[in-house]
């Protein structure tokens, strides 16, 4: 197999252990290009009102290990049943495009949570993309933002909707596979929508379980990992590839020690990238 030269980072979820610098680090140590930090109240490395001197050193940390920022992940208010609740996630995600504009980000990931029961998904996707392209009048030249799908929300089909709507060069997709496989989207089916309009990959492996599923560790599950990633663009995609491991939610998974170098080997071996 040809190796490739791609972009790997790992998201901070696989670290809830570290601070921020100390991620920054690991993923020096651990041979990553790139990482994605989260901004949230919870286990976050940073925060919306964080401040110049802590926004400084990760900036710092950053560029003295030598590891680009691929994305900030926002855990932002989202839109419910009422109006004045998509204003609020409005507001929410312009703060947010501050701060990543502040941290140098090359993206940040837009949180939708879960779609709720009450609304059309037809109104849903307007009021999303209404939201987006609001946004995306303060993001930098320098700046995506990113949908990702989710079992819980929008599939691949949904988000490439919505993004083909909007047709902005800073908005793209965050392709998740496994929760492709929840919703039952298939490999063919899923390169056809996402082809052209991810930017990211989300590398994450399950099983299938009879009352649901359990995270286990990349080429080990059920997951067709490279049939997805070869789907959406194999070695002509020229985004990150990024390492999702739950731990922040799943105490019991991994520690990344054990994590970040078997994404490493996974993506060598059976991604073909070097």
């Given amino acids: 197999m040809e190796r490739i030269k791609l972009k790997l980072s790992f998201t901070t979820m696989a670290t809830p252990e570290l601070t921020g610098v100390q991620a920054i680090q690991a993923g020096r140590q651990y041979g990553y290009g790139g990482i994605d930090l989260r901004v949230s109240e919870q286990y976050g490395e940073l925060t919306l009102s964080s401040s110049k001197e802590h926004i400084d050193e990760l900036k710092d940390c950053l560029a ?3 590891i680009e920022l691929a994305s900030l992940m926002a855990y932002n208010e989202t839109g419910g049943a009422d109006e004045a609740s998509w204003l609020r996630m409005q507001d929410d995600v312009s703060r947010h495009v501050e701060l990543a504009c502040e941290m140098g980000a090359a993206a940040l990931r837009v949180f939708l949570g879960k779609k709720p029961a009450e609304l059309p998904g ?3 996707q307007e009021r999303i993309a209404a939201v987006l392209a609001h946004a995306l009048q303060d993001t930098s030249d320098h700046m995506t933002l990113l949908l990702q ?3 819980q929300n929008l599939n691949i089909a949904a988000c490439t909707s919505i ?6 060069p800073r908005l793209g997709l965050i392709a998740s596979p496994e929760h492709c496989l ?3 989207e298939g490999v063919r089916e899923v390169g056809l929508a996402a082809a052209g309009w991810t930017r990211q990959v989300y590398l ?6 009879p009352t649901g599923y359990e995270d286990v560790l990349p080429g080990t599950g059920d997951v067709p990992l490279k049939s997805y990633f070869d789907a959406i663009g194999g070695t002509a995609f020229e985004g990150w590839i990024t390492l999702k491991w739950e731990k922040v939610w799943r105490p019991h998974l991994a520690e990344y020690k054990i994590a970040l170098p078997f994404f490493q080997s996974y ?3 059976v991604l073909g990238i070097r």
């Fill in 64 to 66: 003295g290990e030598g």
């Fill in 122 to 124: 037809e109104t849903y």
């Fill in 149 to 151: 799908n989710h079992r």
């Fill in 163 to 168: 993004i083909r709507q909007i047709n902005h």
């Fill in 182 to 184: 929840i919703q039952g």
């Fill in 204 to 209: 994450a492996d399950i099983r299938m379980l």
């Fill in 267 to 269: 993506a060598k071996e």
